[in-house]
């Protein structure tokens, strides 16, 4: 196995022929090879597959899609027919490869995540141990550069471009905070959105350079931080009207189920969204399945406890990012480094109410496993799959969150829940 393959090798994963993957509207490339290969299979027992499985765009070929939305290979008992006919092999890479995210850095590293939208990812079914995959993922790796014909690259920030190796050292320094256990999540979040908002000051960014010495001083910075962070966390006593907006809109991003959508649907979607960035709306449908308030949103977080166990799978998903660096440069639509740590520093709140939520709709007001996960899901089907993400508005929401007491407001509910066994 390579030395420099990076990813987390506590996850799990295994198919459970659930259809979701090829059931979502998701565009699904293929190459001219595939097309020609996947073509020229015999499917005369499927009568109803259309005489073009594949549609030509200009960003090259696709597969075509029912019109509900369904992949056309989809057989109605949720199967793939290339699948169940010709074997695994058969697929297009794209197919194959999912739930992974595999890469190949210009450094010649190669990375792997996994995609938490995907049921199989987050817990059900069959797992296997994410460890045993590593000659797939390089046997994968150099098949999509075949089909990419790039590396991946990264960038720290427009200003900062440091090498592969020293953006690794960096997020492991996030990693060290991030995962420290002997403290509450809540405080670890604010100490790395701190060193986060105090590299984006330019005359202290030349430190993002010295990546040995950033190691060690950002874990220093972080210890000396806990009791002062702690302390404003729990001082913290409201949050600007503004602010509320901003995170509504960064819950509405996340819950937003328009794949399926008539353009008679969109202006009414519109007009409840508005009406939910106010904080006067409820928002329907969205991917939730279930209707949110605006109102109901922050008295489900302050009402809810959660089970010791139940952020278990958010942080198998945060070290899967931190150490694929799958959340900036290319496998992150080239977001740079601070704007895709942000997104994850985000992400732990996200989750908390989506998962409150969900307590709350059953009205036992505990969140467990089950409720994290599923808010996973969602946050992972949003989190940097759409270029919704890469907007101006949606990161400067995301960046202005992160000042002043607004931010530490948000930890403060999360960090009110009770804990329990």
Same mark, same amino acid.
Request: glycine share 6%; hydrophobic share 45%.
């Given at each position: ?84 006919? /010709? !074997?695994?092999? *058969? ?8 739930? +992974?995210?595999? #890469? =190949?850095? $210009? @450094? ?21 141990? /994410? !460890?045993?995959? *590593? ?8 098949? +999509?550069?075949? #089909? =990419?014909? $790039? @590396? ?41 959105? $701190? ?227």
């Amino acid at each position: 196995m390579s030395g420099k393959l990076h990813f987390y090798r506590k996850q799990f994963s295994g198919c459970v022929s659930c259809g979701k993957c090829c059931d979502c509207g998701w565009p699904v490339p293929v190459t001219s090879e595939e097309v020609r290969r996947i073509s020229s299979l015999d499917f005369q027992e499927w009568s109803a597959l259309p005489r073009s499985c594949f549609k030509r765009t200009l960003r090259g070929w696709y597969l075509r899609k029912q019109a509900d939305k369904r992949c056309v290979f989809l057989d109605s008992d949720g199967l793939c027919i290339i699948h169940k006919k /010709f !074997g695994f092999s *058969a697929k297009p890479l794209a197919c194959r490869l999912y739930p +992974l995210d595999v #890469y =190949r850095w $210009r @450094d010649g590293s190669i990375s792997a995540s996994l995609r938490y939208d995907c049921p199989a990812v987050t817990g059900a079914g069959r797992m296997e141990p /994410f !460890g045993k995959l *590593a000659g797939t993922i390089e046997a994968f790796a150099a098949e +999509l550069f075949r #089909y =990419r014909g $790039r @590396d991946a690259d990264a960038a720290y920030s427009r200003r900062i471009h440091p090498d592969v190796a020293r953006l690794r050292r960096i997020a492991d320094s996030y990693r060290n905070i991030l995962m420290y256990e002997h403290i509450a999540p809540e405080i670890r979040f604010s100490a790395a959105v $701190r060193l986060l908002l105090f590299h984006s000051i330019r005359k202290n960014s030349s430190d993002i350079l010295e990546a040995e010495e950033f190691e060690a001083d950002s874990f220093a910075f972080f210890k000396r931080s806990i009791e002062h962070l702690t302390v404003l966390v729990e001082e913290a006593e409201k949050i600007r009207h503004d602010q509320l907006v901003r995170f509504r809109y960064l819950i509405w991003c996340f819950l937003r189920d328009d794949s399926r959508a008539t353009w008679s649907a969109h202006l009414p979607m519109v007009f409840a969204a508005l009406r939910f960035l106010i904080g006067r709306g409820t928002l329907k449908p969205t991917l939730l399945n279930r209707e949110v308030n605006a109102e109901a949103l922050f008295h489900a977080v302050w009402k809810c406890r959660r089970k010791k166990e139940a952020p278990e799978v958010f942080f198998r998903f945060l070290q899967g990012r931190l150490v694929s660096m799958h959340f900036c440069g290319s496998p992150a639509l080239g977001l740079p480094f601070e704007y895709g740590m942000a997104y994850l520093l985000i992400a732990w709140p996200i989750v908390i109410f989506l998962a409150s939520v969900l307590a709350a709709e059953r009205k036992d007001f505990l969140i467990g496993p089950d409720d994290v996960r599923n808010a996973l899901i969602l946050v992972d089907h949003g989190f940097l799959r759409s270029r919704l993400f890469c907007r101006r508005s949606t990161k400067a929401a995301v960046w202005n969150l992160m000042k002043g007491e607004d931010y530490a407001f948000l930890m403060k509910l999360c960090l009110h829940q009770k804990v329990v066994s």
